[in-house]
């Protein structure tokens, strides 16, 4: 890589000269512009990034914080950060909170030192109990704005992408009563998290809506024995014909653990469950899956915070997107 | 939190006597010292640890880059870095490179200009296949160390964590045929990557030790639909009774195929696969994984960059350490 400096010693002029002559500075004869110009064509010059930004006071950078890597949801959106953030020239720089509060706090102090722009995160499990938002805030008022996606502070003011939980399940339920489904359970081991309450109330809405059937739901805890659980209900519970899962493992669980039971899947039980296209491949045969959309949710993030930082957006003007999820219809439905 | 100016402020005294006598500079009396102690502990006082980064010359962060945030393994020793930097105190940044060598190259500019004291990455795909290594010893040159894992570049010389790709398929072949089975099949997904191949040599090693044996692979591309591929591979390849799986999904796949084909696993058909936990729960019987421990790697890396970082260790002294991989036995084989 050939810089400035050498460019000048090259062509016997100084540095600064270089520098205009490549802003096309009305400062510098057009044949030294010219020059100069070739020369860096040449040696396929490129401006430092980060002199650039310096100057500019703009880093181009986003800096986003994520509660847990190992939830693929989330490592699927920060994918569609990233990729948004690229077509827009912009990079990303990405700190991990593993749910906690105090990692948050030190994450957007560790990045707001000048190295990113703005900020896209997701909150913390923790910062969600304790309900605690002033840190946001401070950022905020900074001058670094925050897009916050999935789990979000309802009293920051800021832009915000989020899913449609609650309708994805009930609509998921309707869909299995249109089939004829009488005894249709729910299945989930992400009890402790705020979207999997929202997606078992979304499922119990449907179900309530229909005054001679029952909701039937099996919570079970992370680190349980899913298999022998989801055995022990479909033994317990003669009969279940229908079932909505509320994460990625659960649906394929059961639609294997059913057919080892000498069920069929659709035609003695219909499953349907919150999934990626890879995990729904899993089973035999493949699960009928609630798509989340994670990559589009990362995108809509990125264009909300560039357009913010692009156009200087204030607080009178604040957005909330959400992302719907789709059904995607496979053989373990009618 | 107070700042050094707030102390200085209310002790009437200047915000550098504050500084020295926080760091017990002989420059400053002892009565000051103990005053602006007492008052720094009676509000909780804390360094701001950028501007001491910046006196130091320690941003006390490391910088990761990875290839794909979408690869479970990838972020999973991300995961065992971010917790075992966390144990000493550093805080990681982390950059993804999308398998890019311009991005890679693009990060490591990013961070290397004072946002971190060293490196662990996984050279991506493109800088692989074009074996340029440039990059990474400019950045070593700078003074900022750099670890790689999983997927090195030997050119380099620098600390390394790496698997035994090629010794895991090895002893799992093996192992399926000290269980009796003539017929071992091997499927891969994971075909164009280099831990692909070696994982296919290693079955093959294993095989072609017997005379009377032969090797039978199944190669996926990633975008196939691979439960058709393994449905009709199994239909014609009668009498297939061992399959070694070099990627997450597809001995899960097997399994459950060969249930739905009417084989019994593990009784006609044993089946060992590269996985995850969570993972190995969605066939029934479980799949017998190669686990990877990919969070010791993480932790691996971070050991090695901290030590080199803490103890000014030079060119003379790096290290490879290799990470084994484990047999889980459980449902798929005898």
Do not use: W
């Not at 916050?148 to 309708?167: G, P, S």
């Not at 809405?205 to 024995?225: F, Q, S, T, W």
């Amino acid at each position: 890589m050939v810089t400035l400096k050498q460019l000048a010693k090259e062509l016997n002029v100084s540095i600064s000269t270089v520098s205009k002559a490549l802003n096309n500075s009305e400062e510098i004869g057009e044949e030294t512009v010219k020059r100069v110009k070739e020369l860096a064509e040449l040696y396929n010059y490129k401006p430092n990034k980060v002199a650039l930004s310096l100057k500019q006071n703009k880093t181009k950078t986003i800096g986003v914080i994520i509660p847990d890597i190992l939830n693929h949801f989330l490592a699927k959106v920060l994918f569609g950060i990233e990729r948004e953030a690229a077509n827009h020239g912009y990079n990303i720089i990405t700190c991990i909170s593993n749910e906690s509060l105090e990692k948050e706090k030190e994450s957007l102090q560790l990045l707001a030192n000048g190295s990113v722009d703005g900020f896209i995160l997701c909150v913390a499990q923790e910062t969600q109990m304790k309900n605690e938002v002033q840190h946001f805030k401070s950022t905020i008022k900074k001058g670094l704005p925050i897009v916050m996606f999935d789990r979000v502070a309802h009293d920051v003011l800021c832009d915000k992408v989020i899913v449609d939980d609650f309708e994805s399940t009930y609509n998921a339920t309707k869909s299995l009563l249109e089939e004829g489904r009488k005894q249709i359970a729910f299945i989930s081991n992400i009890d402790d998290l705020s979207v999997g309450k929202l997606r078992e109330r979304g499922y119990a809405k449907a179900i309530l809506e229909n005054p001679e059937l029952k909701v039937l739901a099996l919570r079970m805890g992370r680190y349980d024995d899913h298999q022998k659980k989801i055995r022990t209900f479909f033994e317990e519970n003669k009969g279940i014909d229908g079932v909505v899962a509320a994460d990625s493992a659960s649906g394929v669980i059961a639609i294997n653990m059913a057919a080892s039971l000498g069920f069929k899947v659709p035609e003695d039980v219909s499953v349907i469950g919150f999934s990626s296209k890879s995990v729904s491949n899993h089973s035999i045969p493949r699960l009928t899956t609630i798509r989340q959309h994670a990559k589009d949710i990362g995108a809509n993030a990125a264009q909300l915070l560039i357009n913010r930082l692009q156009n200087n957006l204030g607080e009178d003007d604040v957005k909330t997107k959400i992302v719907k999820t789709s059904l995607i219809r496979s053989g373990s439905t009618l």
